[in-house]
């Protein structure tokens, strides 16, 4: 069964939104009585039958709501580097939603050749890739911005606890790997640097903030590669 | 420092592909004495200096030669159904080599809408990912055939064993996970299906030859993200 998406399901009539209507109609060529899901990305699944197919805005009304559907065990959090070809950073997002993120935070680093960042493509990606997966919680795509700004928006109290923070690089000395730090059911909040890695200062003040230095293994990972590796192995670790 | 490829560096001297000269020659602007490495995907990454800088078979003489370079712990052998969209199958040769890979079988199965697939491209994505990540081996990627004959090629008789097999599907009744079932150390052979998931008689050869049905989790992913999921996972198992 399909899911759409609506701005607002708390009624006992939900109106999806133009995409989603145009789909449904002129595209499925549903009709009134079909069923479908619906969601806003609230966390709640809504069970609904088409009432009115208009092609711009299509009318449902809501059968049956699950709250809280498919809650995950935990909340990840990933902090990337905008990759220099937009596509690759288009592509982690995607991915990522499929296979479980929470909030993704592109952070301009030192060494990014990328400064600036529309994020309106990445959330309606992220909006896709949650329909696709067919998941009721849409992921937070935060506005760029630098990344020793983004780490002096966080608590350092919790930095050991909870969420468990994770600086990803290639230079330098020995690392453990998440499979030594990560501790399953645990929030965690992942850094992955640009092309040309992380600066010193970067490393440095993450280390300071909380950070834990990780390896993700022997291969050298493209920026997009090592944040959905790091997705992948933190979800694989909680279920 | 740089990665090339020669088709043979078994000799003193080395003369790299016509790509990888220009790339040398016209783009990087190296010349006469400048190191490098080359490899012709056979395992061995040699140390070279550039001999004669020419755009169309630049000539290096090997320094150093690196056998074995990097080995990797397991053989992982991934078998995939071509996607509808060619360009999501590529992507996942580039991020499955980066990651690390050994073998691709594109499978052609009762439900895939493409039926036929060039390879040559693929071949092209994994070479360029094997520089980008540094790696002396090249991964074999096959001509498409179709599953139930593929599965006819292999022994049963290493079913259980190793490599260990498993195949990875949507519908029907409660799998494993790779964790539960997946020895580290162990070669692995995985089946991802296409877009409208395995035949039932597809899931049933499989299993009679000795695949274990696996789940990769409650998200429903696309058939490259599954792919590069169990990639993913299985080299993190090993590490």
Same mark, same amino acid.
């Given at each position: 069964?399909h899911l759409f998406i609506s701005n607002d399901t708390t009624a006992p009539y939900a109106t999806l939104l133009p995409d989603d209507s145009r789909h449904c109609v002129r595209v499925l060529r549903m009709t009134?009585?079909?069923?479908?899901?619906?969601? *806003?990305?609230?966390?709640?699944?809504?069970?609904?039958?088409?009432?009115?197919?208009?092609?711009?805005?299509?009318?449902?009304? !809501?059968?049956?709501?699950? #709250?809280?559907?498919?809650?995950?065990?935990?909340?990840?959090?990933?902090?990337?580097?905008?990759?220099?070809?937009?596509?690759?950073?288009?592509?982690?997002?995607?991915?990522?939603?499929?296979?479980?993120?929470?909030? %993704?935070?592109?952070? !301009?680093?030192?060494? *990014?050749?990328?400064?600036?960042?529309?994020?309106?493509?990445?959330?309606?990606?992220?909006?896709?890739?949650?329909?696709? *997966?067919?998941?009721?919680?849409?992921? %937070?795509?935060?506005?760029?911005?630098?990344?020793?700004?983004?780490?002096?928006? &966080?608590?350092?109290?919790?930095? !050991?606890?909870?969420?468990?923070?994770?600086?990803?690089?290639?230079?330098?000395?020995?690392?453990?790997?998440?499979?030594?730090?990560?501790?399953?059911?645990?929030?965690?909040?992942?850094?992955i640097g640009p092309e040309g890695d992380f600066s010193d200062r970067e490393i440095a003040t993450a280390i300071q903030s909380g950070f834990q230095p990780?390896?993700?293994?022997? *291969?050298?990972?493209? #920026?997009?590669?090592?944040? &959905?590796?790091?997705?992948?192995? &933190?979800?694989?670790?909680?279920?």
């Open positions: 069964m009134v009585g079909d069923e479908l899901w619906v969601t *806003s990305g609230d966390g709640t699944l809504c069970r609904a039958r088409l009432a009115n197919p208009h092609p711009d805005s299509c009318e449902v009304e !809501i059968v049956e709501r699950l #709250t809280d559907y498919q809650p995950r065990p935990f909340h990840l959090h990933i902090a990337v580097a905008p990759t220099k070809n937009n596509a690759r950073l288009e592509w982690f997002v995607e991915k990522a939603v499929e296979i479980g993120v929470d909030r %993704i935070t592109p952070v !301009i680093c030192d060494h *990014s050749e990328r400064t600036t960042l529309k994020t309106e493509r990445l959330d309606k990606l992220a909006l896709s890739a949650m329909k696709q *997966s067919l998941k009721a919680t849409r992921p %937070i795509i935060d506005q760029p911005m630098k990344l020793l700004d983004f780490l002096k928006t &966080l608590n350092p109290q919790s930095s !050991i606890l909870n969420p468990q923070r994770f600086v990803c690089y290639c230079s330098g000395h020995e690392r453990n790997t998440l499979r030594q730090l990560y501790t399953p059911g645990t929030d965690a909040l992942v850094l990780v390896t993700l293994g022997n *291969s050298r990972l493209r #920026t997009e590669t090592a944040a &959905l590796y790091a997705t992948t192995v &933190l979800n694989f670790m909680n279920i």
